[in-house]
């Protein structure tokens, strides 16, 4: 099996807007083909990094090579890299042939091999035969994929992307994330790709740098960052969870140990190094949860208690609870809609069990 290459590679990159506001130092690789995200809240930076990969932003310190040459030397239209924007940035007064062609006319390619191209992307993106027509005659998911058509007619090494489904309605949204995904596959193109959205971020990428306050919080892959976050920001920030206080209350057999929530729920988790007294920050997602009376007895068998249904918030296929487990520790549980689901409401006690391999220590 080939060792993978790595594509883009930044290293300590630093902007300084001012002594308060300042994103970096950040370091992270992206391998060759990889679809890689930076994911965080508005104002964490993501943006600002994609712009300097870019060129639009000068750094204050660090450096970014591309394919081992460095980057940040170099203008934006030398870096061999394509940026899809939030907006498309379209020309309205240009058809989709033209805005598909514009950067090569830019490069004085010839008229037959620009035909040829320009044909090849709108096939490769679905809009064959809407070469004709203007930005305003199409749609949402229509403009995006002319903009990622003129990204990459340049054939560009790295293909950024700046948010650009946020536009989009929901049910658009998911379709244009999964033709997103399967064009980079097909293609093997290396990508960066800047979202708020958490569940956008797990479905498209390869491995997520979760972003806070300028600073990288975890990089790893979906998988890792949801089921084991490195701290209590991204336990929070992906996903929904339940991140509770607990004292360690000693060792519960050989592999376990028996912790107490601030709110006095008793929990078993697996064996820490903690001496009793000491305080962890425990994650508990609420999916993990099964009601103990329709499990047909495959719930776990520790870790079961019973709780008081605060509210009930119906999504379909799921139910969102919020309880109160122990009379006082508040929790959020996500359950499937079934028949035996139905009768759940406000004020209805339920019996509850999570596994202890599902309750996980944030250590920081």
Do not use: W
């Amino acid at each position: 099996m080939a060792v993978p290459k790595v594509e883009l590679e930044v290293r300590g990159l630093t902007k300084r807007y001012s002594p308060q506001v300042t994103v970096g130092p950040l370091s992270f690789e992206v391998m060759e083909g990889e679809f890689f995200s930076l994911l965080g809240p508005s104002g964490c930076g993501k943006t600002t990094t994609l712009r300097c990969i870019a060129g639009f932003e000068t750094l204050s310190e660090g450096a970014i090579a591309l394919g081992g040459r460095r980057l940040d030397d170099r203008p934006p239209h030398r870096r061999d890299v394509g940026l899809v924007f939030q907006n498309y940035a379209l020309f309205p007064h240009l058809t989709v042939f033209d805005n598909v062609a514009f950067g090569l006319r830019l490069r004085k390619v010839d008229k037959a091999a620009i035909e040829r191209r320009v044909g090849q992307m709108l096939d490769l993106v679905d809009l064959p035969s809407l070469g004709a027509r203007y930005p305003a005659q199409l749609s949402g998911g229509q403009q995006q994929r002319v903009a990622i058509a003129r990204s990459l007619v340049l054939e560009p090494s790295l293909l950024l992307f700046d948010e650009p489904l946020s536009n989009l309605d929901l049910k658009l949204r998911i379709q244009m994330r999964y033709e997103l995904r399967l064009l980079q596959r097909r293609l093997g193109k290396t990508a960066v790709y800047v979202t708020h959205d958490q569940t956008e971020a797990l479905a498209l990428s390869d491995r997520i740098a979760v972003l806070s306050q300028g600073r990288i919080e975890q990089i790893g892959t979906p998988s890792e960052i949801y089921e084991r976050p490195a701290s209590a920001f991204v336990a929070d920030f992906i996903g929904s969870s339940n991140v509770l206080q607990a004292r360690v209350r000693g060792d519960d057999g050989p592999a376990d140990t028996a912790v107490e929530t601030e709110h006095g729920l008793l929990l078993t988790i697996p064996r820490i190094p903690d001496v009793a007294g000491a305080t962890v920050t425990l994650m508990l997602r609420p999916e993990r949860f099964q009601m103990a009376g329709l499990s047909n007895g495959n719930a776990a068998r520790t870790n079961r208690f019973t709780a008081s249904v605060r509210d009930v918030t119906y999504l379909g296929e799921d139910l969102h609870l919020r309880v109160l487990a122990s009379d006082r520790q508040p929790l959020l549980v996500s359950i499937k809609n079934s028949k035996g689901t139905r009768v759940i409401a406000s004020g209805t006690a339920i019996d509850l069990a999570i596994d202890p391999e599902d309750i996980h220590v944030l250590r920081r």
